[in-house]
């Protein structure tokens, strides 16, 4: 079973933790061999362990493919949208069959160094950056789409049903992306957006004086993917001000959100899988539509209301398919 090499020496990182059961190949496989087997390429923007890649070998699996013996694959992260461009073009020189991308610096990078080599968006936020038809896609770019603007104008709502009194919300949003379209949801509501530019957790300070100065009395993080796990960190924050937070961020049971409206991570997952598969057996990416995500999770965090002081209304409760007690 192969272990995750230092990303600091060959940013090379493998599947970890229970993805690690992913890697059956035997270590005894020639190069010749290794050769002859698919060859597939997983870029990120999300640094370190990602679930996303855990949960797309367990689509790989259940598909028939066993890692070192019928699929190889490699996989590269960085936050930082030059290193990812730089990985993009070695992942293209080792001359992958397909590359799968998780979310959209990282296909941009991949959009930038290949034309010919297909790409599975897995996922990206707003599909129309890369594709100019849903249904039939033109170039190398298919995949999967997060809606992810309507998801955080989701959340916003159901943030307000479940505390009427939040009328300024502080957005945390990732330096370089803006969400504009999250102004009008907010206005709907008689909710005054402030925005704050965040990069991590270097920032959560200054971006909490600046929340605290503009009376911000909700928050939402956007950009959950980019973030990574600075969205617990900055949870932490929030209900230690005493701000009900929202973000589109599982995190753990211990995580201090009040709640998290995200699609579901798992199934996407499974789909990219099968995109994959379809692709390495000859399929073209202008004959597989570009996927919107249909099935979603709302988690509600009872602990954390109860430290808030919030009474969630059974309306939200009712929706929720997870309630952290």
Known sequence: MMMWKNALLSRRALFAGSAATFFLGSAQNSSAQRDKIPFLGWLSSTPGADPSLDALGAGLRDLGYIAERSIRIEARS???????RALARELVRQQVDVLVTN??????????ATAAIPVV?????????FVASLSRPTGNITGLALQQTEID???????????????????????GETYYALESTAHALSVEALWIEIKGAMDVDSAFTKALVKKANGLL????????GTCDMIAAVALAHRIPAAASWRGDT???LLLSYTADNANLQRRAASYVDRLLRGGKPNDLPVEQASKFDLVVNLKVAKDLGVTVPPSVLLRATNVIE
């Open 121 to 129: 968006m897995a996922p990206v936020d707003d599909p129309y950056e």
């Open 221 to 228: 993080i956007v950009d959950t993917g980019a973030l990574g």
């Open 153 to 175: 104008a989701k959340q916003v709502e159901i943030l307000k049903e479940t505390v009427p009194s939040v009328s300024r919300l502080a957005i945390f949003y990732y330096y």
């Open 103 to 112: 979310g959209r610096a990282a296909t941009r990078a991949a959009q930038e």
């Open 78 to 84: 960085a936050q930082d949208n030059a290193e990812l």
């Open 254 to 256: 211990q995580t201090a």
